[in-house]
């Protein structure tokens, strides 16, 4: 905060922008994304690290794009058209991921990735160890229920069921000390692994098909990296701040930690966070008194999940406003708060 008093709101503060798992709650932040990156960012000429897990890393594929605003409205269209056909089964859900990621990509949007000139990737997942790793599905579920109690005690215990996994661009180091807290596997990230990573990172158990192997990774089954890093409670690296664009005020560090509430994130974690973030107000006049969740593909039937669901888009459109308004009056001090 003495940083942003002293300096004022602008691009050149942040060297990290964080992005969280969430499902269809990363919505809330379509039209966020498209102000924040189609504004700063683009004539940068020095290393910006783009941190995320399941749903924030593919925002952030799109982002890390030459075009970053026309990656970000194919994602956002496409996402708002998407209708779950029966048979409802994790190879087919598997298959729509792998066509969704056809359009954010489309014929060059990889190549792009690994060469923009400022933008690195780094994507997080987990690779399953001992009965988590062997595909079983009585396996697996008998394996996050005992991480999940496990986890309840201490996040600690955590690397006895997953080994964290970074897939991150080599030509700069990971934002983060990969040594700090839970050890992570480095892996640099290529042509022939960057699909398959992203599919990773969102491989909701039961939900998605583990990925089977990434190029350049330990063999094993890879799961969503929401698992480990829900909400990302991790030291990245100083000088530079972290800029998050977050659908929520509560950081949470880890999926088992979502009904944890008094599981928070390390304090010396956000001390350098500048999290962006609707206002509890605002999420409340939504329709249904919420953002989009996994859970409305069941609650919800499909013509009436998708109306709202542009609704919410739409009204998102007033956050982008916001940031605009804030950014070109020089007015961030009225706004901010301490975490």
Known sequence: MARIRAEGLHEDLF???????????????????????????????????????????????????????????????????????????????????????????????????????????????VRGRGVMGRGHPAGLGAGLAAA?????????????????????DARSLPPFDLHSGFATHAVPLTMGNLEAALLATGAVPFVFEPVAGLDGAKPGLYLDGG??????????????????????????????????RWRRP???????????????????????????DRGDFKRIPTEARLRYWKRVVDETERLADSFRAVVETGRIMDVVEPL
């Open 266 to 292: 390390d304090r010396r974690n956000v001390a350098r966070t500048l999290l962006l973030c609707p206002s509890r107000e605002f999420l409340a006049a939504l329709p249904h008194g919420k953002i989009p």
């Open 227 to 260: 698992i480990m890093d829900y909400h990302l409670d991790i030291p990245f690296r100083a000088p530079g701040l972290v800029l998050y664009p977050h659908f929520s005020d509560r950081i949470v560090p880890g999926w088992f930690d979502k009904g944890l």
């Open 15 to 125: 060297d990290v922008v964080a992005g969280a798992s969430g499902g269809p709650k990363w919505l809330v932040l379509t039209r966020l994304d498209r102000a924040v990156f189609g504004r700063w960012f683009g004539a940068r000429n020095r290393p910006l690290h783009l941190v995320g897990s399941s749903i924030g890393c593919w925002r952030f594929a799109c982002v890390a794009q030459d075009d970053p605003v026309a990656a970000c409205a194919r994602f956002e269209e496409e996402y708002l058209q998407y209708r779950v056909e029966a048979p409802v089964t994790a190879a087919r859900l598997t298959e729509d991921c792998r066509h969704l990621l056809r359009v954010i990509l489309g014929a060059h949007g990889a190549a792009e990735i690994l060469a923009h000139p400022a933008k690195r990737l780094s994507m997080l997942t």
């Open 148 to 168: 999940a109690l496990a986890n309840a005690v201490s996040r600690r215990t955590l690397p006895l069921f997953f080994e964290r996994t970074l897939v991150h």
